[in-house]
């Protein structure tokens, strides 16, 4: 096995900073057309700013060249194809034991949830106008993005 990402000094090469969903569809770097070194990735379920999120943003654009941040949700995500309730019914029959204190973030409307997370990302104090922010949706079956804002 060879191993060929040695010698990266760990700033994003192209600038960029992307949150997405933890989809196993989307290949983030691949969705933007970027290699290995050029992007931040920051994934969760659902591909929302969350405030891990922001802590990583922050970081970005103050220590690891970030100049533009894209959040991108996908189509037919399941965090937000469900009610939070159905997610902690699913996910207590698989345990087998009580999960309805457990948070999953589901979202009830996605680009009502984008427009929030990318005005988030903008009036965050430590990154404001630092960078550009946009907020795409990722099509999974086109392999399209379309931007919402
Ligand atoms: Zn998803």
């Known amino acids: ?6 010698g990266f000094d760990g700033v994003a090469a192209a600038g960029v900073a992307l949150v997405t969903c933890m989809d196993s569809r989307i290949d983030p770097l691949r969705m933007v057309g970027l290699r290995p070194g050029d992007a931040k990735i920051f994934r969760n379920p659902g591909g929302r700013v969350t405030p891990q999120a922001l802590e990583a943003l922050v970081l970005g654009v103050h220590l690891l060249n970030v100049r533009r941040i894209l959040v991108v949700p996908h189509t037919r995500c399941a965090m937000a194809s469900a009610t939070e309730a159905e997610v902690r019914r699913r996910v207590g029959e698989s345990a087998g034991v009580d999960a ?3 948070r999953f973030g589901v979202v009830p409307d996605q680009e009502d949830a984008l427009h929030q997370d990318v005005a988030a990302v903008r009036t965050h104090p430590l990154i404001g106008d630092r960078a550009t922010v946009g907020g795409f949706v990722y099509d999974v079956d086109t392999g399209l993005l379309r931007r919402v804002v």
């Open 100 to 102: 309805s204190w457990q």
């Open 1 to 6: 096995m060879s191993f060929d990402l040695a």
